[in-house]
């Protein structure tokens, strides 16, 4: 079967989905009011979280499986192209500054590369090879665990990205809006958030791209944690790189040990500027070199750091 033969087919099978059709409630929206139109948007919007709630025992396995990999020296890899692949990039780019890991350790892959986050680039989503050429460029292996983004979960892109990966060992979950999807086959782990149509018929910005961050979100966040690159629901791992980090880092000292602000700022200004070695210090009452080993024993996981400092 030839290439042009083969573009109907696809055509027909993107207007099954439901993420591409109509969307009822949203008839006539251009002869719609503002107010009319946002009142719509926010109910539709409503919706998404339960769609992602449905979706909560996937999310949580990938969360171990991440949390899994990272602890044995692997990485976090995103990959997708569009809407799909810019929020994979924007949580990646979040995780280093928020809990104070490598940024090798989280990484991204956008079809169209760097450029397509602020330009329009999606005519290479459709490229299956450059999706298995720039995973092969990352060397995935068995402790890493790539994610393959794409709300229809039919772009290729992705799909031969995270097709190449589980070939060569790492651990693989879909991120899709639709069932039955070629990027869930192609997975160890689908996680399927249902959203429906969209206000603007098959813009997947909208709810599509929404559920995405919400799970990221969660992904990301809860994998940490699971790590131990938190204390309580503190950002314990933050790096105080200019003014405002600064003090927040103080604080959290302040909230995790009770200390003072004067001991708070001592302990950060001792530990070399490194807060979960400034909290190990004062929640166990050791010196830095005793909290850097602590940490250093317990791969980072800050409550396990406090309670072997205490031992030892």
């Known amino acids: 079967m030839s290439a042009r033969s083969r573009k109907p087919r696809r055509s027909h099978d993107l207007r099954r989905l439901r993420t591409e059709?109509?969307?009822?409630?949203?008839?006539?929206?251009?002869?719609?009011?503002?107010?009319?139109?946002?009142?719509?948007?926010?109910?539709?919007?409503?919706?998404?979280?339960?769609?992602?709630?449905?979706a909560l025992p996937q999310i949580a396995r990938a969360v171990d499986m991440i949390a899994d990999g990272l602890r044995r020296g692997g990485r976090l890899?995103?990959?997708?192209?569009?809407?799909?692949?810019r929020l994979g990039a924007l949580d990646a780019s979040e995780i280093p500054p928020t809990f104070g890991v490598p940024a090798s350790t989280i990484q991204f892959i956008l079809a169209g590369g760097p450029k397509a986050l602020s330009s329009e680039t999606e005519a290479s989503e459709d490229s299956a090879e450059l999706g298995r050429a720039e995973?092969?460029?990352?060397k995935p292996g068995r402790h890493d665990v790539v994610v393959g983004i794409a709300a229809s979960g039919r772009t290729p892109f992705a799909i031969s990205a995270v097709q190449y990966a589980r070939s060569q060992g790492a651990k693989t979950i879909a991120l899709a809006c639709n069932r039955n999807s070629p990027l869930e086959r192609g997975a160890h782990l689908a996680i399927v958030t249902e959203v429906g149509p969209e206000v603007l018929a098959?813009?997947?910005?909208?709810?599509?791209?929404?559920?995405?961050?919400m799970v990221l979100n969660m992904l990301s966040t809860a994998a940490m944690a699971r790590l131990g690159f938190v204390y309580g629901n503190l950002m314990v791992r933050v790096h105080?790189?200019?003014?405002?980090?600064?003090?927040?880092?103080?604080?959290?000292?302040?909230?995790?040990?009770?200390?003072?602000r004067k001991a708070a700022t001592e302990a950060l200004k001792t530990a070399g500027n490194r807060?979960?070695?400034?909290?190990?210090?004062?929640?166990?009452?050791?010196?830095?070199?005793?909290?850097?080993?602590a940490l250093s024993d317990s791969q980072g996981h800050v409550r396990k750091a406090i309670a072997r400092a205490k031992v030892n």
Do not use: C, F, W
Not at 21 to 35: C, G, H, T, V, Y
Not at 202 to 213: I, Q
Not at 249 to 259: N, P
């Open 202 to 213: 098959g813009s997947s910005r909208m709810k599509a791209g929404t559920a995405h961050k």
């Open 21 to 54: 059709q109509p969307n009822p409630a949203a008839q006539d929206l251009d002869r719609k009011s503002a107010l009319e139109i946002v009142r719509l948007i926010n109910a539709e919007d409503a919706t998404v979280a339960d769609a992602v709630r449905r």
């Open 275 to 293: 807060t979960p070695v400034a909290l190990v210090m004062l929640a166990a009452e050791v010196s830095r070199a005793r909290a850097v080993a």
């Open 135 to 138: 995973m092969a460029r990352r």
């Open 77 to 85: 890899i995103y990959v997708g192209a569009g809407t799909s692949g």
């Open 240 to 260: 105080p790189k200019n003014e405002k980090l600064e003090q927040r880092a103080i604080s959290i000292l302040e909230q995790a040990t009770g200390a003072d």
